[in-house]
């Protein structure tokens, strides 16, 4: 089955949908376009790519390569990305040509950490403290502000942990700003919180919203490892959470799947939340959705940048999602012979530490 893609009208099965990047988190929303009659062509410089596997065309070539670009966007009816360091430039170039969600302004706002604490804080939700950093000078003066324990971040490209290092009471203040590669940065002070969870939802074309229930997250070596739901907060905190989720997402004018990582400050009655940062895209805290609700977040990234309804983000009952870094996917056979555990590796051909090779999801009935 195949309709006709109109001009201006939602999408419909039939379609193009192109990705720039060819990663895991690009290969998995293809499969999700699959499942709906959607077609994807992948645009990524690297020329072997998780994504490639699974899509129906690809395009190998730089992302400032705009004679591709256009090639690309003449192919493609909307296009999407699989993570938030896209140049800027090409955002602009493929949006004067094509639906780009989510749009340029969102992408501007989180590829900056100093932008987008500025943003949150706007929107008068909580952030940790922060200072710019421009110079050591500045540096000094922010750990004379904010005090130590404190940590020094990249405002741009960081992730897993690269591009920040602790700053604590004996740190050289010199040796830190170099260990960031004296790069303009952002200093933020210390939470001290009980809990680490995130948000994932999804904005509609039309406005729509809907939220997966709230996910506690485990991380080892700053890099996530478990994430469990439901999350041991209460009611009002989880309510609190998805609300300032939902308010990002409207002032960003957000299409797409997002994800907002917070902290939790406190227990019970004194619990608050305290937002870290913005994903504008599907998120690795998400990938329990795949098994564990309703709709994954991979579908419902498809369904809102090609214009369809939103799906159910219902939970199906108690989920942990389980992180498979190096050598952990060697794990496959034991995984596969486990009862309830459904496993997904992402078609990387060598296992190195560090590196996100799969990830394991299992769902138990609700308690009584």
Known sequence: MSAPVVEGQPLAPGAVLGIIGGGQL??????????????????????????????????????????????????????????????AATAAFLAARKPLHPGAHALAVTQDRLSEKRF?????????PFRAVDSLADLEAAVAALGRPCVLKTRRFGYDGKGQVKILAGTDL??????????????????????????VAARGTDGSFAAFDLCENEHRDHILAFTRIPAQVTAGTEASAIEAARRIGAALGYVGVFAVEMFIVGEGASESVVVNEIAPRVHNSGHWTSEGA????????????????????????RVEMENLIG???????????????HLHLYGKREARAGRKMGHVTRVWPEQG
């Open 26 to 87: 690009a290969r998995m929303i293809a499969l999700a376009a699959a499942d709906l009659g959607i077609a994807s062509h992948i645009f990524a410089p690297e020329p072997e790519n998780p994504a490639f596997d699974v899509a129906a065309a690809k395009t190998v070539a730089p992302y400032e390569d705009e004679a591709a670009l256009a090639r690309f966007a003449e192919a493609v009816d909307v296009v999407t990305y699989e993570f938030e360091n896209v140049p």
């Open 120 to 128: 949150v804080s706007e929107q008068g939700l909580t952030v940790a």
């Open 174 to 199: 010199a040796d830190a700003y170099e260990a960031i590669g004296r790069q303009p940065a952002v200093l933020e002070g210390f939470v001290s919180f009980a809990r680490e969870v995130s948000v």
């Open 294 to 317: 309703q709709t994954s977040q991979f579908h419902q990234h498809v369904r809102a940048v090609c214009g369809f309804p939103l799906g159910s983000a219902a939970r199906r009952g």
């Open 327 to 341: 050598d952990a996917a060697l794990r496959w056979r034991e995984l596969l012979a486990e009862p309830g555990a």
